[in-house]
């Protein structure tokens, strides 16, 4: 992963998202022990603190927890919680963008659902 510079999005928050999107993947999957701060730090050449710190949103979102002395593990619903997250957080602001974009520009809701309805045929196709 390449981290953005360009985005007012802290690091440490671009660490979690992107540790959220590897249990997504099914690329860490629950009760598998996630990488250490030690380990990300190296990986993406940032500061162990700021790797820490994205490391700990995750725990207080309960989507990891610790075992003494052998780091962190993925809960066994964290899947799913970020999916719920996701879902009501990003998906809702992203839907009201759009809204909001297509009223100023004058976009019926059927054509805007037309639009929508095309999007989703072509991911399905393969063809976005």
Do not use: C
């Amino acid at each position: 992963m390449i981290f953005h510079s360009n985005t007012t999005k802290p690091l440490y928050i671009q660490i979690a998202e992107w540790l959220e999107n590897e249990i997504l993947s099914g690329n860490i999957r629950p009760h598998e022990r996630i990488y250490s701060q030690y380990q990300l730090a190296e990986m993406f050449n940032i500061n162990p603190a700021t790797a820490a710190k994205g490391l700990s949103l995750l725990l207080e979102e309960n989507l990891v927890y610790k075992k003494r002395g052998l780091g962190m593990f993925v809960a066994e619903d964290a899947q799913a919680r970020i999916q719920a997250k996701r879902k009501e957080i990003t998906l809702r602001q992203l839907i009201y963008d759009v809204v909001g974009e297509a009223a100023n520009l004058g976009v019926s809701e059927e054509d805007l659902i037309a639009m929508i309805k095309q999007a989703i045929s072509e991911r399905k196709d393969g063809t976005s």
